[in-house]
């Protein structure tokens, strides 16, 4: 469980990075907070899950 805090930081990064991407491109904030959520709230649980199956 060492990795959980690393994979939680890079995960906020890479969704609010991808939130920015998604705000510019459409220029809806809904759907800009709706990626955020999605990716840093996800990304974490899958990437632990594979972590925890020694797949990753």
Do not use: C, N, Q, W
Not at 2 to 18: H, R, S
Not at 32 to 51: I, K, Q, Y
């Amino acid at each position: 469980m060492e990795f959980a805090p690393k994979v939680t930081v890079l995960a906020v990064i890479l969704a609010l990075v991808v939130a920015i991407i998604a705000d510019e491109a459409t220029h809806s904030v809904p759907l800009a907070m709706l990626v955020l959520l999605a990716v840093g709230f996800f990304l974490p649980l899958f990437v632990a899950g594979r972590l925890k199956r020694g797949g990753g």
